[in-house]
T-cell receptor, first 117, second 116 residues
């Protein structure tokens, strides 16, 4: 079974600064996806960024980028130029297609990000 | 983008009553939907996988007779909490996987259930 570990329960960053959220995972599979989801106070889950394991290039989405280290099974999220709207709970999520359409997401425990002025 | 709705967004009920929560994929078809439960300040806990036209698959420890799931069409799954008790109070989230591609799940906005 896969596991996802987020070792930082809470993080804080000043507006306009950069913050990195950590995530490690454990799997025996070679083909999988990794996601970062954001859950703001509204509780709506929002996809921030996605990384396919077969791609060596790190994914980027505007101010969000990842550092994907497949051998180390590490998948960190970097948020640049942090904004007040980035304050949320961030979940690192693992997904593989091993079980086809029944394949499930495996969630980390989450990191609560505070953005201060 | 793909949109998933949930209804109701909030529900308050008396202990012993049953509550039905609907999850709809608005602009895509979903053969598979997922139901999660989330306690305050915690991660999402998968309760069950809902498959269109067949029985749901429940995670270990989830009472299938308490949490009835019906996935009657490619756009609708329902979760019924039967004989609800205060300990069932929680935030329930559904997600749906597009039939056309199964590498992403789209989440509903969630339902806050309070059992008095």
């Amino acid at each position: 079974a896969q596991t996802v570990t987020q070792s930082q329960p809470e993080m804080s960053v000043q507006e306009a600064e950069t913050v990195t959220l950590s995530c490690t995972y454990d799997t025996s599979e070679s083909d999988y996806y990794l996601f970062w989801y954001k859950q703001p106070p509204s509780r709506q889950m929002i996809l921030v960024i996605r990384q396919e394991a077969y791609k060596q290039q790190n994914a980027t989405e505007n101010r969000f980028s990842v550092n994907f280290q497949k051998a180390a099974k590490s998948f960190s999220l970097k948020i640049s130029d942090s904004q007040l709207g980035d304050a949320a709970m961030y979940f690192c999520v693992f997904f593989s297609l091993l079980d086809g359409t029944a394949s499930k997401l495996t969630f980390g425990t989450g990191t609560r990000l505070q953005v201060t002025l | 983008g793909a949109v998933v709705s949930q209804h109701p967004s909030r529900v308050i009920c008396k202990s012993g009553t049953s509550v039905k929560i609907e999850c709809r994929s608005l602009d895509f078809q979903a053969t598979t939907m997922f139901w999660y439960r989330q306690f305050p300040k915690q991660s999402l806990m998968l309760m069950a996988t809902s498959n269109e036209g067949s029985k749901a698959t429940y995670e270990q420890g989830v009472e299938k007779d308490k949490f009835l799931i019906n996935h009657a069409s490619l756009t609708l799954s329902t979760l019924t909490v039967t004989s609800a008790h205060p300990e069932d109070s929680s935030f329930y989230i559904c997600s749906a996987r597009d039939i056309a591609g199964y590498n992403e799940q789209f989440f509903g906005p969630g339902t806050r259930l309070t059992v008095l």
